[in-house]
């Protein structure tokens, strides 16, 4: 989910490097290959350049340090990367273009090259020829198998796929597949199926080849332009990708042909696409239109890490190729990375439980923060440093090592010497005197004249050296005044003269202001530490005047830089980093409700399981979101897992059953699963406690029953009872609303239900919108208001709400908190006596969120990228939406999943006002 430039042409390849899946080198039209690293989206190295276009290029297998890159018309070549240098070059095709390269996986000394002369070589990397293999046409790709290094596939322009045997003398390939109607570009060989390969042509198919039975087994269709990119999944054997000139990238299940999904946003043709085995789920694209993204593929594939999560066994997470192909076989994990992490907890003693959250989310998760949060837990957990890894330092460093950090590396760069600052202007006639006056100032021992004149001619380092002739306070003055100009002027100059005088605050404000935050939080921690001190304004004992700088101080300091970090990189979209800025001084529950604004909901189940006792409360917070993303169709025995995680869990079985739609035996058998009776028993504890008259247990068991509607009287009458009177608060009425919510959707449909519907759908606008202010949804307050208008308007309700009282509030609301914003925005009337009064009438209903960390919008990974080639307006604001969609049930209506899921944590019901449940989670 994020992109980045650096190549200014076509980008035709892209690869990871086999032994480290931070690295991805990319390949351009622009004669360069470069190296970037993925966490920070920055090239590290770059080619000399000057090669024409790059087609194609292949890592050396494992730690070799080298690319092999194919070119248009200077042939092939081998670039040293460490050493920055090309270090051979392959010039068997002569002038003809190279449209790919491929360095063997299993024999490190062995390179095959095709091209438009007609020839797929294969030479070792001395370039020594082994031999050659002569098509019809200009050959486009080839690909080593994965299981045996002496085969080869290729794709030719005749349109036919081949498969060469090396060990034998033949120049003839052993397999000549046919099939495809146009010319045939990339093949590759599955890494996890014997026999099974793929090629994608210009017919605009991607054809499915059996080499043990000699045949064609799947055609898949979709794409409406020739097929460049192909990518098998290291973990999922029947899990393929393609990319295309249509601009798509199409993601297919190869059991049966059908397409998963197919993603709209690169804005030109797709040309290559890859995956680290380590990190199966994250995928690198490359396009024409000179960006390379990245992608979490981790939606297909969900329910695996809801199995890891409720710890079920290994069955329901690793299985066999032949399990896992099976048609209708859920999402099993058959590659060797899986594997190895299974035999290494099986290695552990005690129990392995928090070992195996912490690797399977590093596997699952994209690049963006996942090992650096996980790292910041073991420190939290206490565990030893020297088990960090080598490049902790690089990321967000726990307090308590950022200083110990920095030090070691100051000491490696104490050889580079500072340049001395200061020094003046060729000095006009005018400088000349007041230079004269001061030196005579100076000898008549007026200390202070002579520094008030260096002032003047700029010469600050004089005045200072001699200040504290004076006194100290006027050292300290002249200092200040110092910083305060250099702060003016923007100038670097300013640290050493604020650290000098101790005047942290300052220091910190002038990095914030530049949005230097990892600058400011460096001097907060070492103040905090003591290493900053301020200097005592008089020497007598017992009287020192540190201006309030004191160790609570510094922490708050400390705190507020701290935060303002994290706002930074969650409001960017990154939330993990985030909630590591929060864990670094150890704020488990901003970190916490970090994760869960971002929507990372399996990330926050896992790393709070592993902290425990305290992130217990927003654990179970994410526990149940997770719960109702997973209450659909096939689902919802996840559901019952993730809530069973849950200490205290009835009310949320109650919800989860009531919502099930099977036949009276499937909610039994739920029902039983959950500890609840069934429907029958339901129904009669239902009318016993209803004679009791307790409200909220009578619709707990309604909801339950074999007659769930009769719950929506009893709850919506009680409601509007509450809404009549005038100490009403929101706590006091969410509860009944969101319990009545969870009713059965065809139940809710009937046409006997259709005014408790509308009224229930009223209901829960007008408190959603109450709750979204709670807390401070400020893009959906407005939405939710007018929703819950509309209804009234269009439908036969009786509700104690009127439409102009909705427009008082919201206007109240507006006027109340743009008056709050800085004076830098826009200017506003203030609100009026009415307003402020009806205003805080409205907070004191709200009252505070209990959990305090979920206060402000949602804010999900790429919430910031660039618009894509497929641009939607939101239904909501009438405005292009930027970052993820999410489409409602017609289809068509979309609205931003920032704004999809903070309605649906304040408003469970569609904002289409159909009485359908939205679940964008």
């Not at 399981?609 to 689902?635: F, I, N, P, W």
């Not at 058998?669 to 009776?677: G, Q, R, S, Y």
Request: net charge negative; glycine share 6%; hydrophobic share 35%.
């Amino acid at each position: 989910f994020v992109s980045f430039k650096g190549h200014v042409e076509t980008i035709f390849d892209c690869k990871f490097k086999p032994d480290n899946p931070d690295l991805l080198a990319t390949a351009s039209f622009d004669g360069t290959i470069k190296v970037w690293d993925i966490n920070t989206l920055s090239a590290v190295y770059t080619s000399p350049g000057n090669e024409g276009v790059i087609y194609s290029i292949s890592w050396a297998p494992g730690d070799l340090n080298c690319i092999a890159g194919g070119t248009s018309r200077n042939g092939g070549f081998i670039w040293d990367v460490r050493k920055g240098k090309i270090i051979t070059r392959f010039s068997e095709h002569g002038k003809n273009g190279i449209f790919c390269i491929a360095w063997s996986h299993k024999d490190s000394k062995r390179i095959a090259t095709c091209s438009s002369d007609g020839f797929c070589i294969i030479r070792t990397i001395d370039g020594n020829v082994l031999h050659k293999y002569k098509h019809p046409a200009a050959v486009f790709g080839c690909d080593w198998s994965q299981n045996n290094k002496d085969m080869i596939a290729t794709g030719c322009e005749d349109k036919n796929v081949r498969v060469y045997y090396l060990a034998t003398s033949s120049d003839q390939p052993l397999k000549v597949f046919t099939g495809h109607t146009a010319k045939v570009f990339h093949v590759r060989w599955s890494p996890l199926r014997e026999g099974i390969l793929c090629s994608g042509s210009d017919d605009s198919t991607v054809r499915i080849w059996d080499y043990t039975q000699d045949a064609c087994i799947n055609v898949l269709s979709g794409h409406t332009a020739p097929v460049r990119g192909l990518m098998w999944n290291p973990e999922i054997p029947y899990l393929l990708i393609s990319g295309s000139w249509d601009y798509t990238i199409r993601v297919w299940d190869t059991r049966d042909g059908t397409c998963l999904d197919t993603v709209y946003d690169h804005g030109a043709d797709v040309y290559g696409l890859t995956c680290h085995p380590s990190r199966p789920f994250t995928m690198a694209s490359c396009s024409r239109d000179s960006t390379v993204r990245l992608w979490s593929l981790t939606p297909l594939i969900n329910t695996l890490q809801i199995n890891i999560i409720t710890d079920r066994c290994w069955d329901d997470i690793i299985s066999n190729t032949d399990r896992a192909v099976e048609s209708g076989a859920p999402p099993l994990l058959c590659g060797k990375v899986s594997r190895d992490i299974k035999q290494e907890l099986e290695k552990l003693s005690g129990n392995p439980r928090g070992k195996k959250l912490r690797w399977f989310s590093e596997y699952f998760s994209p690049p963006g923060g996942s090992k650096n949060l996980w790292d910041l837990i073991a420190v939290i957990k206490g565990q030893d440093d020297s088990l960090l890894p080598q490049n902790y330092c690089k990321g967000i460093m726990h307090m308590k090592h950022l200083i110990r950090f920095r030090m070691s590396k100051a000491q490696e760069l104490t050889t580079v010497k500072m340049s001395k600052f200061g020094g003046g202007i060729g000095a006009p006639s005018k400088e000349e005197r007041l230079k004269e006056a001061a030196e005579i100032h100076l000898r008549l021992g007026q200390i202070q004249r002579y520094c008030e004149l260096m002032v003047e001619l700029g010469e600050w380092d004089k005045a200072l050296s001699v200040a504290p002739g004076v006194s100290m306070k006027y050292w300290r003055k002249l200092m200040q005044r110092r910083a305060d100009q250099l702060i003016q002027e923007e100038n670097d100059d300013v640290i050493p003269y604020c650290i000098a005088i101790g005047d942290v605050k300052k220091l910190v404000s002038f990095f914030t202001s530049r949005g230097q935050l990892k600058e400011a939080l460096l001097v907060a921690q070492a103040a905090c530490e003591g290493n900053i001190q301020m200097l005592p304004l008089s020497t007598t004992s017992g009287t020192s005047n540190a201006g309030g700088n004191n160790t609570d101080d510094y922490n708050d300091l400390l705190q507020k830089v701290i935060k303002e970090l994290a706002d930074w990189y969650f409001q960017d979209g990154r939330a993990v980093l985030a909630a590591c800025c929060h864990l670094a001084v150890e704020n488990i529950e901003l970190a916490m409700a970090n994760l869960i604004r971002g929507n990372e909901l399996e990330l926050a189940v896992s790393v709070g399981t592993v902290l425990g006792e305290s992130a217990a409360q927003a654990t179970h917070y994410a526990l149940e979101l997770l719960a109702r993303k997973y209450m659909a169709v096939v689902t919802w025995d996840l559901a019952v897992d993730l809530l069973m995680m849950i200490p205290d869990n009835k009310l949320q079985l109650v919800k989860l059953c009531a919502f099930y739609p099977g036949c009276i035996a499937e909610i039994n058998d739920l029902h039983e699963k959950c500890n609840l009776p069934d429907v029958e028993e339901c129904m009669r504890l239902a009318e016993t406690i209803q004679a009791d008259g307790d409200v909220v247990e009578t619709i707990k068991y309604y909801l339950l029953s074999t007659e769930p509607e009769k719950a929506l009287p009893i709850g919506i009458q009680y409601v509007k009872e509450q809404l009549c009177g005038s100490d009403w608060t929101l706590d006091s009425v969410f509860l009944y609303l969101d319990l009545l919510s969870y009713i059965r959707t065809e139940q809710l449909m009937l046409p006997k239900c259709s005014e408790f519907r509308n009224e229930l759908l009223i209901l829960c606008g007008y408190v959603g919108a109450l709750l979204a202010i709670r807390r401070q949804y400020n893009s959906i307050v407005p939405a939710l208001y007018e929703y819950t208008s509309q209804l009234l308007k269009r439908r036969e309700v009786s509700v104690p709400l009127k439409i102009e009282q909705l427009s008082e509030e919201l206007d109240a609301w507006r006027a109340c908190t743009q008056s709050n914003k800085s004076a830098d925005e826009l200017p506003c009337t203030p609100p009026s006596e009415s307003q402020r009064t009806l205003y805080s009438v409205l907070m004191s209903r709200i009252q505070e969120e209990p959990l305090k960390g979920m206060v402000g919008p949602d804010c999900v990974t790429g919430s910031n990228l660039p618009s894509h080639s497929d641009v939607h307006i939101s239904c909501l604001t009438g405005l292009k939406i930027q970052g993820p969609v999410c489409f409602l049930e017609d289809g068509k209506s979309a609205i931003s999943l920032n704004d999809a899921l903070m309605w649906a944590k304040v408003n469970p019901f569609s904002p289409l006002g159909t009485g359908i449940r939205l679940n964008p989670f």
